[in-house]
């Protein structure tokens, strides 16, 4: 069995925020003092106009707030988010204990942690990890903290939830829940080279040393075989696993 490659101890992430400036234009003085025929009879154009653009402009705009908003509820109730992907979180006040999952990463530049106590020392750590693609999370009741840092926002997963399962899972994806995220059975990963491939086959998300089944660093080809009663596999640095058997 091979050595778990790395456990980071935190990332520094700058932000840039650009802002932008928004002008209004003034309004166009007077032209001129007197009036016209001519100018009368534009002006009545413009009064149509208006009362007729603003009537269709309403109903327009109405359906399209309505859609907006319909959308912006959808995505929020697909999401479901349950807190932020930056921050340090009480663990029983901030955040309730549970299972979490964060999608999308990618350079290893999300950091998170679970830890007994806010020290901030070494000696705190309880797991931790920095993540390309997906990491699912399990916050104990024992633990006091949880710290994320670049990451993606957390949403809570349901562990009684079904899915689709996939026979071929991207090499740098994170952490897939087997049985919903990869389906069980023996894949393979060719190509990997310095033993910068890292998989692990796990019975939980605590990320304990305890909750490893197996894991192994590889060059060259990679085969190993998922149980369906593995937790989770997880895989970076890879190339992608393609379902063999």
């Given at each position: 069995?091979?050595?778990?490659?790395?456990?980071?101890?935190?990332?520094?992430?700058?932000?840039?925020?650009?802002?932008?400036?928004s002008?209004?234009?003034?309004?166009?003085?007077?032209?001129?003092?007197g009036?016209?025929?001519?100018?009368?009879?534009?002006?009545?154009?413009r009064e149509?106009?208006?009362?007729?653009?603003?009537?269709?402009?309403?109903?327009?705009?109405?359906k399209?707030?309505?859609d907006?908003?319909?959308?912006?509820?959808?995505?929020?109730?697909?999401?479901k988010?349950a807190?932020?992907?930056?921050?340090?979180?009480?663990?029983?006040?901030?955040?309730?204990?549970?299972?979490?999952?964060?999608?999308?990463?990618?350079?290893?530049?999300c950091?998170?942690?679970?830890?007994?106590?806010?020290?901030?020392?070494?000696?705190?750590?309880?797991?931790?990890?920095?993540?390309?693609?997906t990491?699912?999370?399990?916050?104990?009741?024992?633990?006091?903290?949880f710290?994320?840092?670049?990451?993606?926002?957390?949403?809570?997963?349901?562990?009684?939830?079904?899915?689709?399962?996939?026979?071929?899972?991207?090499g740098?994806?994170?952490?897939?829940?087997?049985?919903?995220?990869?389906?069980?059975?023996?894949?393979?990963s060719?190509?990997?080279?310095?033993?910068?491939?890292?998989?692990?086959?796990?019975?939980?998300?605590?990320?304990?040393?305890?909750s490893?089944l197996?894991?192994?660093?590889?060059?060259?080809?990679?085969?190993?075989?998922?149980?369906?009663?593995?937790?989770?596999?997880?895989?970076?640095?890879?190339?992608?696993?393609k379902?063999?058997?």
């Amino acid at each position: 069995m091979g050595a778990k490659g790395k456990i980071a101890l935190g990332v520094v992430v700058s932000v840039v925020v650009i802002g932008a400036v928004s002008a209004n234009a003034g309004d166009d003085g007077d032209s001129g003092s007197g009036g016209n025929g001519k100018d009368s009879a534009a002006s009545a154009d413009r009064e149509s106009g208006t009362k007729s653009d603003t009537k269709s402009g309403t109903k327009s705009g109405t359906k399209a707030d309505a859609d907006t908003k319909k959308d912006a509820e959808a995505d929020k109730a697909e999401k479901k988010v349950a807190f932020q992907g930056d921050g340090d979180f009480e663990v029983g006040t901030d955040v309730k204990t549970g299972t979490y999952r964060t999608t999308g990463n990618t350079g290893g530049l999300c950091y998170w942690e679970r830890a007994k106590d806010a020290s901030g020392e070494m000696d705190s750590i309880l797991a931790n990890d920095n993540v390309s693609g997906t990491s699912y999370v399990t916050i104990s009741a024992g633990d006091k903290l949880f710290k994320s840092s670049g990451c993606k926002d957390w949403e809570a997963v349901d562990t009684k939830a079904t899915g689709t399962p996939a026979a071929l899972v991207k090499g740098d994806g994170g952490m897939h829940r087997v049985g919903v995220d990869i389906a069980p059975g023996t894949y393979k990963s060719t190509g990997n080279t310095d033993d910068l491939c890292y998989w692990e086959r796990t019975k939980d998300a605590s990320h304990s040393m305890e909750s490893i089944l197996a894991n192994n660093n590889v060059s060259g080809t990679a085969v190993v075989t998922v149980a369906a009663g593995d937790a989770y596999f997880k895989t970076t640095g890879c190339k992608d696993w393609k379902k063999t058997g």
